[in-house]
């Protein structure tokens, strides 16, 4: 058995990941293939191998695997892959739903590398397939990628496809054209389970009124809400920031910040409701360095007993205007703290701060027009931060096609 590892339940199962982009001829990929072989699976015998189904659909972004469990049951199991949400579902006897940080590119993309033609047994006889390598460090993405010409479209019918754990996966029954796959009904996501130390900067300053603070709570609170708050899951911290009025000879670029540390880092889901439900805003100017300085100050967290995932969200509706030469460095020492930055910008909020503060520019980064846009923020912040804790651990143990970090069969 796998030991109890963030968003996986014990058992493992056998997992095909197949994600897509948009290429050429792209909205064409409808197929259905059968008897493809899965070999080399990590942590069993060479010889291993498993059988299965896929069905393929870009056009809905939805990809099915249907195979019978390798094991003494005997039995079939159904899972559906949203890489557009990045979303797992698993259909047994029940159907469940996980997020997925498994996005492994089942085409052809720019900067793919030719690098051999080869010959496959597909279907009724041999075909000629351009196998292509791609760079990657990633243990769930494909490395390397064989595609077959068929009418002129390399993308629609796979060979091969060798990850970078050495798993491979060769289509040797025929890739006929598919149907149109429907997402699962009656699967609702499960809570994140990951252990992460995640705490909220955020912005009480004047320029946020009243009713705009009391939506800023409720957000901070249904993000709360997707996580399992625990001593060996997710605890929460809280620091707020602000500013004053700055003097004849002050210089508000080295001045007048202030933050004030409400909670650290805690595993009850009592104390942190309480607390940011019953925090005043001060008002006041911006100074986010003196908040993310601040907050900061919670790691390494002395009550944990694990490793746990550093993860910090600032938000703010404004531009920094005190403390401004500290920012950068507070940024990078949270950073150098081994901090994972996502960063919330609303209404008049700086992009460019925005970027500066996100780890991660491109994934890190979410902002709305005013404060109602913040519940559509929700899902894809719970999403990204949750998937920053599914690194924590490897799938030590694991026996069967499982991604380390990923999500395993659940009990059936």
Known sequence: RTPSRPNMISKCSILFFIAAMSVASASDVLFSATQVSITNIPGQSEDNEVKANVQYDFNNKLAVISYQNPGSTGE??????????????????????????IEPIFHKLDGDELTTVRQFELGAGQKTCKCYKRVTNVSGQI????LADVDGNAFAQPCFAKFADGREFTFNGPVTDGKAISKPSKCDIKTCTAPLDLTFVLDQTGSINNQEWDQLKSFVLAVVDQFEVGPEKTMVGVAYFSGVTYG???????????ADPAL?????????????NSHEKTGGHTCIGCGIRAAAKYYPNPTRTLDAKKVMIVLTDGHNNRETNFLPADIQNAKDAGITLFSVGVKNHDPQTM??????????????????????????????????????????GCKGLCGCGGFLCPDC
């Open 264 to 276: 650290a880092l805690s595993a009850s889901p009592i104390n942190i409701r309480n607390v940011i």
């Open 76 to 101: 079939n199991f159904r899972e559906t892959y949203d890489w557009d949400a990045r979303v797992y579902y698993k259909q047994c006897s029940k159907c469940d739903a996980y997020f997925s940080n």
């Open 143 to 146: 490395a390397e990628l064989c």
């Open 248 to 258: 004849e000879k002050q210089d508000p670029a080295k001045c007048c910040g202030l």
């Open 355 to 396: 970027r500066q503060i996100a780890s991660n520019p491109d994934t890190g980064v979410f902002e709305a027009a005013d404060f109602d846009g913040l519940v559509n923020l929700v899902a894809g912040i719970v999403k990204n931060v949750c998937l920053e804790g599914t690194s924590v651990s490897p799938c030590a």
